[in-house]
C-alpha cells in the first residue's frame, strides 16, 4: 500500500426510510452519533434542508469530514467519509447508520488520495 495524506470512503444506501433521510435532527443526530461510534471528534456541523426535499451536510471532524447528501424521492443517501489515516474502523458506524436508515442495500468503496511520492517538496 502506498503511502498517502488520506483515504476516502463512499457508501450508497438504498431503500432508505424517507422520512428519516428528509429530517435535519434525524440526519444531524445519526451522523454525529456514528462519529462518536467511530471514534471521530466532531469540530463543527453544518446541514442543509433543500426545499421542497433532500438534504445536505458536512461534519467537519478532527480527521477530515464526513459529507452526506440525501435523495428522499428514490430512498436514496450518499455519504463519504475521509480521515487522515488508516487506523479508523469505520466499519461498526458504517452498520449503525444503516440500521437508523433503515437502508436494505449498501455499497462500499474506499480510496487512498494524496500520495506522497507525487507530491513534489
Excluded at 479508523?88 to 494524496?114: A, M, P, T, V
Aim: aromatic residues 10%; contains cysteine; negative net charge.
Amino acid at each position: 500500500m502506498k503511502k498517502s495524506l488520506g483515504y476516502q470512503t463512499t457508501i450508497d444506501f438504498y431503500d432508505c426510510d424517507a422520512t428519516i433521510i428528509d429530517s435535519v435532527s434525524s440526519i444531524k443526530n445519526i451522523l454525529e452519533k456514528a462519529a462518536k461510534i467511530m471514534n471521530l471528534s466532531v469540530v463543527n456541523t453544518t446541514i442543509h434542508e433543500f426545499s421542497p426535499i433532500g438534504i445536505s451536510g458536512v461534519i467537519v471532524i478532527k480527521e477530515s469530514h464526513i459529507a452526506i447528501h440525501t435523495w428522499p424521492e428514490h430512498n436514496y443517501v450518499a455519504l463519504d467519509f475521509f480521515t487522515c489515516n488508516k487506523a479508523f474502523d469505520l466499519e461498526e458506524g458504517i452498520f449503525w447508520i444503516q440500521e437508523q436508515f433503515k437502508s436494505k442495500k449498501i455499497e462500499k468503496n474506499s480510496s487512498q488520495r494524496g500520495f506522497l511520492d507525487k507530491i513534489k517538496e
